[in-house]
């Protein structure tokens, strides 16, 4: 299965990032805490290099706290300043992060006699929660937000307290994937459109991915009674346990392939991390 995802708009968006971060005191770059490694832009590191960042992972309360954890020793490791949130309950920690890194260059305005405002520049992949967090940190709905990719178009600066303006990016994905297994798991969490891929062999590769990973989740949740059966005998085992059976009671392959991808992606089938943090692999 061949993913293709770089649609034309993100050329524009990276041009227009490489040029606002020469106004940002600090980068607030967003990964989705199921996916550490696959959900960060390469791209962006030479972007944003020399300029004070943070990393936060969102989503964390649909991730293997385990493996969140050990994720999060792994970017400390390498002088990340890191956090794991739920948006909707921790996200003034966020703001706390963004006060830490500018800390230096408040102080140093402040001994010129200037009260400085902080500008923080969020930055991801599409559909990694940049605008549900400007949104909590804003105290209102400023950004429209949408369980799919490519809703921000516009980059906009938002001020979120006196001495504080946040920057909205476009999510941002890269032209070139050569690794397809890390374009199937961006695909999983709806960081690519699923109307320019096969949304039926999508589901069937991260039914097979959770077999492997944390079987027991998806006997339970789908009702598998073959629990050896792989691809689209699986995708038809998962019809059989739901009852999407259409006439003469052939599954309904779908409306289950459809259900499934929702399902993982609102957390339905458990806490699940797609990736092993490198210490795990060593």
Known sequence: MSINWYPGHMAKAKRQLTEQIKTADVVVELCDARLPHSSRNPDLKPIIRGKNHVLVMLKYDLADEAQTARWLRHFRAQGVNAAAIDVY????????????????????????GIRKTVRAMVVGVPNVGKSTLINRLYGSAIREVSDRPGVTRANQWVRVS??????????????????????????????VKDDVQDVF???????????????EAVIERFRVKNASARGQALLDEVCL??????????????RGARVVLDEFRAGKLGRITLESAPEDAQ
């Open 89 to 112: 309950r921790q996200y003034k920690q966020v703001l706390r992060m963004i006060q830490a890194e500018a800390q230096e260059r408040v102080q140093r305005a402040q001994e010129r």
């Open 162 to 191: 006196p001495y504080l303006e946040i920057l909205d990016t476009p999510g941002l994905l890269w032209p070139r994937l050569d690794d397809q297994q890390a374009a199937l798991r961006l695909s999983y969490i709806a960081a």
């Open 201 to 215: 062999a999508l589901s069937i590769h991260l039914l097979d991915d959770l077999m492997t990973m944390k079987p």
């Open 241 to 254: 346990g739901r009852g999407f059976l259409m006439k003469g009671n052939q599954p309904d392959e779908e």
